[in-house]
């Protein structure tokens, strides 16, 4: 084997990349690493800890909050308050922004948005879990982060990436440079580089879909469900459908083999179930930096500039030529809203 390269050592080279860089960032992507062993931890005896099941409480997205959800939450919580280059924090699990308190003195000059246990319903049953998070600059000029720090469209993003707790643990992220994936080894507790470069293939043979929904997606999603399960040799049709239920797994495993995956609306979630700010933005960044495509359908992700914090947004993302059928479909067969208001 030859030398291995830790996530540590990596992020230290990179920052050249970054001319004024004083290693905020630096500290920022070390800090994640940290919280995210502390959770790998935490996941992989999750069976012999008290640590399965659900709080009883119900979180502002009126879902049952598991006691892992939380408990990871207070993991990157904590490891992203201590090192004073973040000002503020916002998560799947609080409702309002979260102010660090020691960064008025350190003026800190991010803010990081946080899902810091996605799959939830995957906890106890063994199946790869994640976090994601996406890092901005912040827009306030002093004082504690605020809310708007948060509302920038994701074309604003400094960094996003991933953990996934999965057969391995891996860490992917990237800060516009490109996507590198880290693999833990757990014997020296270390991420190691193990993906250099990740590049999603330009069109893939996997869709991932809660097809259980068919009956509530919009007609373009219908026929592009269809279009994949038709025959056909030149594009090595039919596809096979692959959904685990945890956004961060299917993702992964679409952008390694290629594949799309699709949340639409329906008629549960009528403005998609995936939150733009710390689910939909961090993983569009990530796919187009691989050479692929997010798209809510009719705009590109990164370009919608959010409203508030847990605002929800269609998600169709992955390899280009699928995302661009799926637009195409949907251009073609739904019902445009001022038509369908009438
Ligand atoms: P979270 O556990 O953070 O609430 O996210 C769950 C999300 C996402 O990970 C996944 O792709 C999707 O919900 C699954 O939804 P369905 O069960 O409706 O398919
Ligand atoms: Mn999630
Ligand atoms: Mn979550």
Do not use: W
């Not at 279009?227 to 956004?247: H, L, M, V």
Request: hydrophobic share 35%; with cysteine; charged share 20%.
């Amino acid at each position: 084997m030859g030398q291995v390269k830790t996530l540590g050592e990596f992020i230290v080279e990179k920052q050249a990349d970054f001319q004024y860089s004083k290693g905020e960032l630096t500290r920022l992507l070390s800090d994640i690493g940290i919280a995210a062993k502390i959770v790998h931890r935490e996941v992989n005896k999750a069976g012999l800890a008290d640590i399965l099941g659900e709080t009883g409480d119900v979180n502002i997205q009126g879902e049952n909050v598991k006691k892992l959800d939380i408990y990871a939450n207070k993991q990157f919580i904590a490891a992203l308050s201590v090192g004073g280059e973040c000002c503020a924090i916002a998560s799947e699990e609080n409702e309002e922004v979260i102010t660090v308190d020691n960064s008025v003195s350190t003026s800190a000059k991010y803010v990081v948005a946080l899902d810091p246990l996605d799959g939830s319903s995957n906890i106890d049953v063994n199946v790869s879990i994640g976090t994601i998070f996406s890092i901005y600059r912040r827009t306030s000029l002093s004082g504690p982060g605020t809310l708007e720090d948060f509302l920038q469209p994701g074309t604003e993003q400094v960094a996003a990436g991933y953990v996934i707790y999965g057969s391995s643990t891996m860490m992917v992220y990237t800060t516009g440079k490109g996507v590198n994936g880290f693999t833990l080894d757990p014997s020296i507790g270390e991420f190691c580089l193990s993906h250099p470069n990740m590049q999603i293939p330009k069109q893939g043979k996997i869709y991932s879909i809660n097809e259980g929904n068919y009956v509530h997606f919009p007609d373009g999603v219908k026929k592009f469900i269809k279009y994949c399960q038709e025959e056909d040799a030149a594009t090595g049709r039919p596809f096979s459908s692959r959904y685990i239920g945890s956004a961060v797994a299917d993702f992964h495993r679409n952008l390694i083999k290629g594949g799309v995956f699709l949340y639409p609306t329906t008629s549960a979630s009528p403005k998609g179930k995936l939150r733009l700010v710390y689910e939909c933005n961090p993983l569009a960044f990530i796919i187009e930096q691989a050479g692929g495509k997010a798209s809510n359908g009719s705009k590109r992700i990164m370009e919608v500039t959010p409203t508030s914090l847990h605002q929800r947004m269609p998600l169709f993302i992955g390899s280009r030529d699928m995302v661009e059928k799926i637009e195409e479909l949907l251009a073609k067969h739904s019902i445009p809203a001022a038509k369908a208001a009438k």
